[in-house]
Nanobody, 124 residues
Framework: QVQLVESGGGLVQAGGSLRLSCAASGRTFSSYSMGWFRQAPGKEREFVATISRSDGVTYYADSVKGRFTMSRINAKNTVYLQMNSLKPEDTAVYYC?????????????????WGQGTQVTVSS
């Protein structure tokens, strides 16, 4: 079992930046692949970014590529999502998720654990 707690959301103007954090419980954090997903009102949950459990390879949705950076510090049981050049369409609840293998990392249905989410609002 792992528990995930997101933080760092808030209100920011378009063009601004935020850094989300996701702290995980447990002593096997390094064995989990991690992902960030988001859900805007009236829309389905969508993949944002993922980072592998072993070598830290990242993969991004086309909509955030070049603007968002995901990283992890296993010694701190934490993953981050640095979000730059934010746009109003980035407004959503952002969720951190963990899975025990390294396959289909962009498929939210394959993740085993989820955080409660943190709201990001980008004003125009």
């Amino acid at each position: 079992q792992v528990q995930l707690v997101e933080s760092g959301g808030g209100l920011v103007q378009a063009g601004g930046s935020l850094r989300l954090s996701c702290a995980a419980s447990g002593r096997t954090f390094s064995s989990y692949s991690m992902g960030w997903f988001r859900q805007a009102p009236g829309k389905e949950r969508e993949f944002v970014a993922t980072i592998s459990r072993s070598d830290g390879v990242t993969y991004y949705a086309d909509s955030v590529k070049g603007r968002f950076t995901m990283s992890r510090i296993n010694a701190k049981n934490t993953v981050y999502l640095q979000m730059n050049s934010l746009k109003p369409e980035d407004t959503a609840v952002y969720y951190c998720a963990a899975k025990t293998d390294g396959y289909r990392l962009n498929d939210g249905a394959k993740y085993d654990y989820w955080g409660q989410g943190t709201q990001v609002t980008v004003s125009s």
